[in-house]
Structure formats: C-alpha cells, structure tokens
C-alpha cells in the first residue's frame, strides 16, 4: 500500500494504510478552502451483500473524500447511498466483469465512458479538478486490446481544456521500473527494478501528456509499496499508481 499526500506545491507522506490494493493521494487544498482527500482501489469485487458500506466505512476511518474503485463487478449502473458518500458506479458485463465506481462525498459531474475509464468532475478552488479512473488491461492480454485501451484514455484527456487540474488513477496493471531513461517522468522509489510492457505504456502515456506517476516517486518501505498480493502471499507487486500534472 502507497500513501502519498500533495498540498498546494508542497509533498509529504501520509501514515501507511492497511487497505490492500491501493494508493491514496493525500490532501489537495487551497487557501481558505476545504481540504480533499482522493485515493484508488481495487476491491476485487463488491458483489456481496453489504460491501458498498464497508468500503464507505473504511473511507470514514482514512477521512477519504473521492476514491476510484475497480473490478466493481455489479451488471448495472447507478447510484447508491453508502454512509455519508455517494456511490457512483458503471455497468460492468453479464458475467459481473469488470465494472467500474466512484466513491465521493461531493462531485459535480460523473461519467462512465466504459467499463475500464470513467471520470468525475470536481468543483476546484481556481479550475475544475479532473479525476480520471481506470482498470488497465492486464499484461498478457494482447497487443490490440493495450493500443485500444489507451486510445479511449487520450480521448478522455484530449476532451478536457489545459487548464482544469487533470489526476490520473487507478489499477494500471502494471509494474513501473527504476530505469534512468524513464526519468524525470517516474522516480527512483519504485517497488520494481524494471518495467513491464504495461509499465512502459503507462510511462510513454505520462509523458506525452506531461505528467508524472507519482506513486513512484516516495521513499516508503517495500512491505508499503506494493497493491497487489497473489493468493498464496508469495508475490507481491506495485500495480495501482497515481499520476499528476508537472506542474
């Protein structure tokens, strides 16, 4: 688990968090507003009674304003209540795969554009704040199915104006190295040596929309580092990553 926290220009780090399968990108703010806390996480699955409350719950106890959630796994789309939140999700498939969700406290416009890219539109203090979901095709899937993938990604990106703030995050699937050639647009705090072909998709897409994954870039212990566990907890990989603008 990776917990970060940005505040006006300035950067430092969140206490670690125990929710598996996530990054938290700590506290946006601007003088005399409210601060926001924005995080991703992939629940595996929300198709079971009571989940929506227990994950509200969770975002209580973390103090979590907008969090992206994937692999909803829900065959329809809508909203629910859950606490003091609003749970906004995207239809997923028939066979409850694999679905899409926004969990806010306050949002001025949702859009789900498919079942692996959605986003919100937040109401900023100078600019709207973009905030962009999504659940990257995993790494052995094809050659065509990554290209479309980011394709409907820059198409989000392209449609919002320079100026609104744009957050990029979600489960990438993919494991970012530490390779110099990739710098300044990653840093050296990455859990892996080296990068996955999703990893360098992820990386040729921050940079040519001059952003940095920032999920790299915070000195934590490894055991804080990675998002993912296999089943047998022998494997462990940093997959979930947030991306900002430069700037």
Avoid at 75 to 94: H, L, R
Avoid at 97 to 102: A, F, I, V
Avoid at 144 to 161: A, C, G, I, N, P
Avoid at 237 to 245: A, M, R, Y
């Amino acid at each position: 688990m990776l917990a970060l926290e940005t505040k006006q220009s300035r950067v430092k780090l969140l206490p670690h968090s125990d929710l598996q399968g996530g990054v938290f990108l700590g506290e946006t703010s601007c003088s005399g507003q409210t601060e926001m806390k924005i995080g991703t996480w992939n629940v595996r699955s929300l198709y079971r009674a009571g989940c929506p409350k227990a994950v509200a719950k969770e975002l209580v106890r973390y103090k979590l304003d907008v969090v992206g959630v994937q692999e909803v796994r829900w065959d329809k789309g809508g909203t629910v209540g859950a606490g003091d939140y609003d749970f906004f999700y995207g239809k997923g498939n028939e066979n409850h795969q694999p679905g899409m969700g926004t969990v806010v406290s306050a949002v001025k416009r949702v859009e789900f554009l498919c079942d692996r890219v959605s986003h919100i539109v937040l109401r900023g203090c100078w600019c709207n704040i973009i905030v962009v979901n999504v659940h990257a095709t995993s790494e052995e899937k094809s050659e065509e199915s990554k290209d479309r993938f980011y394709e409907e990604l820059e198409q989000v990106f392209d449609h919002f104006t320079k100026y609104n703030t744009k957050i990029l995050l979600g489960d990438f699937n993919a494991k970012v190295g530490r390779q110099n050639i990739f710098k300044p647009t990653i840093g050296q705090e990455s859990f892996h040596q080296d990068s996955i072909d999703n990893g360098v998709r992820l990386v040729n897409f921050a940079t040519s929309k001059n952003m940095v994954v920032k999920s790299t870039m915070y000195p934590h212990r490894n055991i804080h580092k990675y998002t993912w566990t296999s089943p047998d907890g022998k494997t462990h990989n940093q997959t979930d990553h947030v991306l900002i603008g430069r700037r």
